[in-house]
């Protein structure tokens, strides 16, 4: 459910009463991350009637653009999979198209040569099917007074270019992880693994679990030798990214005794880390927001930090210590 979606739903005005039920019970199946996916079967029980009514509900939702249905079929069977609902406020919902006039410009010679900003305040051209927006019913840009100039860019044009790079280069390494998990290249993807819900659940194992791309690959890859499916989306891979994440931190910490045991060798028996040294590191670590593994620390341990006031035990909770 999804608090977002059914607060737009209901703010949604001018429509018949069943029609309204049919949005609002859309939305209330809207999930935040992975978009919208109820069956029909689903939908007509929410809100009470048959199929064929809620077919004539939808048509006229998607008619008044305020969902859009995508559909999609399994490459392997062919056969067709859940439609995704994409919702009017979405970011992935597709913009209304331009009527084809041959040069864009609709309606007689004495329309197009009329003022070309409508009553709306939009300012743009009569007959593109601009709604009206009550808000800006006196736009400035209805003055003739007022010299129209081309707005600086937001942003400096090289920070757009890296910003472009870094989305080229995400999308090479998202392609190659579908590659990894057995899906066909240019083939149609099943709908949990469409869209930016999918490519920033796939973030999260980088950003959450601190995992690089070549070891996010290594895992799919490894998954995918143990299942004769790719997964149903990414959340499925997201207990076996933890894994290895666990695995990796463990492998660093072991590391880092086997070279502090070598160093000590080397300088003669030099003495281990004190019990307030100990704290400080550890410490260090939980205050942090570096990948922590839950069975790193133990409860002396966290005991000897809060006895020392180097942590609160707010913030091992948070991190999942104790």
Not at 103 to 130: R, Y
Not at 147 to 173: H, M
Not at 224 to 243: I, Q, S
Request: net charge neutral.
């Amino acid at each position: 459910m999804s608090h977002k979606a059914t607060v737009w739903a209901i703010q949604q005005r001018g429509l018949k009463p069943a029609t309204k039920i049919v949005l609002w019970f859309l939305c209330d199946r809207h999930n935040p991350d992975f978009g919208c996916f109820p069956t029909q079967a689903r939908l007509a029980e929410d809100a009470e009637m048959s199929v064929s009514a809620l077919n004539n509900h939808l048509t006229k939702l998607e008619e008044l653009r305020l969902i859009h249905r995508v559909r999609s079929y399994d490459p392997r069977t062919h056969k067709r999979k859940a439609t995704r609902y994409i919702l009017g406020f979405e970011d992935g919902f597709p913009p209304e198209p331009t009527p084809k006039t041959g040069d864009g410009i609709a309606g007689t010679e004495e329309e197009q040569n009329a003022d070309p900003t409508p009553d709306s305040g939009h300012g743009a051209i009569s007959g593109f099917g601009t709604k009206p927006s009550p808000d800006f019913a006196q736009s400035h840009l209805r003055n003739p007074e007022i010299n129209l100039v081309r707005e600086p860019l937001s942003k400096p044009v090289k920070e757009e270019e890296d910003a472009q790079a870094r989305d080229s280069d995400f999308d090479r390494f998202f392609a190659e992880l579908l590659g990894a998990l057995g899906f066909v290249a240019n083939a149609t993807l099943p709908a949990w693994w469409q869209g930016w819900p999918a490519r920033n659940h796939v973030r999260r194992w980088i950003d959450a679990f601190g995992l690089s791309e070549k070891r996010i690959i290594e895992v799919a890859t490894e998954t995918r030798n143990d299942h004769p499916n790719p997964p149903d989306g990414p959340k499925a891979l997201d207990r076996a990214m933890e894994r290895a994440a666990q695995r990796d931190a463990q492998a660093a910490a072991a590391n880092g005794s086997a070279l502090k045991s070598k160093r000590s060798r080397k300088t003669h028996g030099k003495p281990p880390p004190s019990p307030d040294e100990l704290a400080e590191f550890y410490a260090a670590k939980v205050n942090s927001d570096e990948y922590l593994p839950a069975n790193m620390i133990s409860n002396a341990m966290c005991e000897a930090m809060l006895a020392r006031r180097l942590v609160t035990a707010d913030r091992l909770r948070q991190r999942g210590v104790r």
